[in-house]
């Protein structure tokens, strides 16, 4: 439960967020399961979605007590980019 000081819409954007977060979260424990097993990485897949938010301005949640989460957000969408385009091998 959280409490919003602004619009319904920033509550949806929030919560895509945070269901974004996760998907972010779990391909970069894949990717240090990798890294720790020093395997190559396989197949990753990302959602299209990862290049809309890129391109979206960038603004504080209106979720109280969670107002800096998309600076954490942003650190581990860059991270989890990042370790993948270290390991893209091209032909």
């Known amino acids: 439960m959280f409490s919003i000081s602004g619009p319904v819409r920033e509550e ?3 919560i895509g967020w945070k ?3 996760l998907e972010f979260a779990v391909l970069e424990s ?5 890294n720790k097993e020093n395997q190559k ?5 990302i959602d299209g979605s ?3 938010r890129f391109m979206l301005p960038i603004f ?3 979720v109280v007590g969670d107002e800096y989460f998309i600076l954490k957000y942003l650190e581990l969408y860059y991270k989890v ?3 993948t385009k ?3 091998f091209y032909y």
Do not use: P
Request: charged share 30%.
């Open 30 to 34: 894949y990717i240090d399961i990798q």
């Open 86 to 88: 270290k390991k893209i």
């Open 41 to 45: 990485l396989k197949v990753v897949f």
């Open 12 to 14: 949806e954007t929030y």
């Open 81 to 83: 980019l990042n370790e």
């Open 50 to 52: 990862l290049y809309s």
């Open 19 to 21: 269901a974004e977060y």
């Open 60 to 62: 504080e949640s209106t």
